[in-house]
């Protein structure tokens, strides 16, 4: 693997915890061993998985300093002024999303565009509520900081992996892979110990500067095996 293992803007982290949910955006937690001040645009690299996100808070402590990390510009939470929209041929909602998350730093892309109506308020608020309400529940923040509207992508993880524990009334697995990109929610696994297909709902990848990683996945199947 060239590069850094666990690196934050190109300089080693001593930790991180990641959750990765299937909607939403995700979060990072990340340590670096000097009391430097992290520049606000971050790029969070766990093996062959790269996180672009931006820094929400910081602080350092014996020397030390720690960040939350938010994918994509961590502007959804912004309020935005209200403005009126009107057309006579119609009014995407793409159109209305994609001025919204200029204001606020972020990038949106929606798997299905549709007209909305020929005028359109939005009201000041912030701007994750006119994200829900023009684009559902169903929208998620990819590695790359874009916001997706939209089912996230689904099929079978074919790259080795082993299971390392499983926790049968939880749902949760924990597992040892070298390609930790693979492990996103919505993807599905299986193999000689689980053979009941499960689908990721949710992943948590914990990893540490002296080479100890942990990819935890929590499945959103039910029954038994």
Do not use: H
């Not at 057309?87 to 999303?97: D, E, K, T, Y």
């Not at 874009?146 to 089912?151: D, K, L, R």
């Not at 299986?190 to 689908?199: E, P, R």
């Amino acid at each position: 693997m060239s590069g850094p293992y666990l690196a934050l803007n190109g300089r080693r982290v001593v930790s991180a915890n990641v959750m990765i949910p299937y909607y939403g955006a995700w979060c990072a937690d990340v340590t670096i061993a000097v009391s430097d001040v992290i520049p606000l645009a971050a790029t969070l690299t766990l093996g062959n998985l790269t996180l672009t996100g931006t820094v929400y808070r910081m602080a350092s402590f014996s020397g030390a300093r720690s960040a939350r990390i938010v994918g994509g510009g961590a502007g959804w939470r912004k309020t935005i002024a209200a403005q009126a929209y009107s057309n006579p041929a119609g009014i995407r909602a793409s159109l209305i999303l994609g001025d919204a998350a200029a204001l606020v730093g972020e990038k949106v892309n929606l798997a299905t565009d549709a007209i909305i109506g020929k005028t359109f308020v939005r009201e000041s608020a912030p701007a994750e509520r006119l994200l829900r309400q023009l684009g559902g529940s169903e929208w998620w923040i990819d590695p790359s900081g874009i916001t997706q509207v939209g089912a996230r992508p689904t099929g079978a993880i074919t790259t080795p992996f082993l299971i390392n524990d499983w926790s049968g009334g939880k749902g949760w697995f924990s597992v040892s892979t070298e390609a930790i990109a693979d492990w996103m929610p919505g993807r599905s696994f299986s193999n000689s110990n689980v053979t009941k297909v499960q689908q990721i709902g949710m992943t948590t990848i914990a990893a540490s500067n002296d080479g100890k990683l942990r990819v935890n996945v929590l499945s959103d199947g039910v029954g038994s095996q």
